[in-house]
């Protein structure tokens, strides 16, 4: 995990049960069920039994479910609430909660050593990619090379090898080796926190974000995109940045099945959208894997879910060929190659270069246009990272008061704890 591990509401772990085949049986003899997943086995819960289901973000898939299945949605932020109400569907809400920190970021701020800080999950969604064309644009264009580190955490590493590959590519493209530290997982993060000046949340999409949390909590100030739910948490006293359509969507979009249309919208590249010849397909995977693994054989059938518009390499006529004789290979054509004379291999060669060259120039307005995109948005997260360079001492204080106003609403064992027996019992529950 990139961040610190926590009780769910402050409940020991051997009171929430985990659901396997061998408990599936006595699920329907429980009075609540709280779930985080669409339920399995449907059949086996009673009509008349209380099921809640949590929707983990503002346009999460599970929203769907919840309308479909007639199961009590719960939100973990305000705007999603009202898109269930706009449905005529009662939605609960129960926030995220953090157990309160005693200790607070106390680094004393340094203009010429200023020391960012990301701690989050790498999936796509997260928008790391964009993040480290930011933090490029920050270097050259606001005068700070030479005087900004980049401490990556990237949560879920392990698991997530193609948005790792990816994020390490990007760093080697814009030559960011000596600005950014990449990290795998970590147990602990909490000396991060207390030890850099502050942090960034890239994300499209948020339900109620603990690294956001985390964050006020350890009172370093944060950047974070312009989309509610972390407006929402921030009270609108931390730096944000704008993303093409994406705080409308926030709003606006009940659910999605996942983010490519969202990835799509702030500059990434469809492979849906490159082209319907599979020859073409292959080759243009083939190039960009090629760039993101460095040649690994062992990652050549990796495919991210989006492309990233600045690691597509530059494709030559030699790259064209060299790729296409590894599609014909791949489908046992070669040998209809080779047979020819060498003078003819060459013809038939350079006519199928021509055609494959012909095959992806309409897709280059596509690309470059999707690249312009891409940098409108890394543009504005670079400024308001120079926001927050420019104003550090006011919005370290903003962090430490938006703290002290927030701390029964995230940081309270108790009143979080009665939420979460208030939603499952009603307002009569007492707690002891």
Not at 188 to 198: A, C, G, I, R, S
Not at 301 to 329: G, H, N, R
């Amino acid at each position: 995990m990139s961040a610190s591990e926590y009780l769910f509401y402050d409940i020991p772990l051997n009171n929430l049960l985990f659901l396997s085949e061998k408990r599936k049986q006595k699920i329907s003899e429980y009075s609540h069920i709280l779930l985080s997943c669409p339920l399995p086995y449907p059949d086996l819960v009673r009509k008349d039994s209380k099921v809640f289901i949590f929707t983990h973000s503002d346009v999460s898939y599970i929203n769907q479910y919840a309308l479909d299945s007639g199961y009590i949605p719960v939100a973990l932020n305000e705007v999603t609430v009202g898109k269930f109400g706009a449905k005529n569907v009662c939605c609960r809400q129960l926030l995220n909660y953090l157990p309160l920190e005693t200790s607070g970021n106390r680094k004393k701020y340094d203009d010429s050593k200023i020391e960012m800080l990301y701690c989050n999950r790498i999936s796509f969604d997260k928008n790391v990619p964009m993040l480290l064309l930011a933090l490029r644009f920050l270097l050259d264009n606001y005068g700070y090379l030479n005087r900004v580190k980049l401490t990556l955490l990237a949560g879920g590493a392990e698991y997530s090898v193609i948005e790792y590959m990816t994020i390490k590519a990007a760093i080697r493209k814009l030559g960011l080796d000596g600005h950014v530290e990449l990290l795998t997982s970590q147990r602990n993060v909490k000396e991060f926190y207390l030890n850099h000046d502050f942090c960034i949340l890239s994300s499209v999409s948020e339900g109620c974000s603990y690294g956001l949390l985390e964050a006020i909590n350890y009172e370093i100030p944060i950047v974070t995109t312009d989309i509610a739910p972390n407006i929402e948490v921030t009270e609108r006293c931390m730096p944000v940045f704008h993303l093409n359509n994406i705080r409308d969507r926030s709003v606006n979009s009940f659910c999605i099945n996942n983010y490519n249309d969202y990835l799509h919208d702030i500059g990434y590249i469809d492979n849906n959208k490159i082209s319907e010849s599979s020859e073409t397909i292959f080759i243009f995977e083939r190039l960009y894997n090629r760039e993101i693994t460095e040649n690994n054989p062992n990652f050549s059938e990796l495919k991210p879910s989006a492309y990233v518009p600045y690691l597509l390499p530059d494709i030559t006529e030699q790259l064209l060929e060299q790729e296409y004789i590894e599609y014909i290979k791949k489908w046992d054509l070669y040998e209809n190659l080779i047979i020819l004379k060498p003078e003819d291999q060459r013809a038939v060669l350079d006519k199928k270069i021509n055609q494959l060259k012909s095959d992806l120039n309409p897709y280059m307005d596509y690309w470059i246009h999707q690249n312009s995109v891409f940098e409108s948005g890394a543009q504005s997260m670079a400024a308001a990272m120079h926001d927050m360079m420019c104003n550090h001492q006011l919005y370290k204080q903003n962090v430490t008061s938006l703290k002290s106003a927030i701390t029964k609403k995230y940081y309270s064992v108790e009143a979080n704890r009665i939420e979460l027996y208030t939603l499952l019992f009603g307002d009569q529950f007492i707690f002891e």
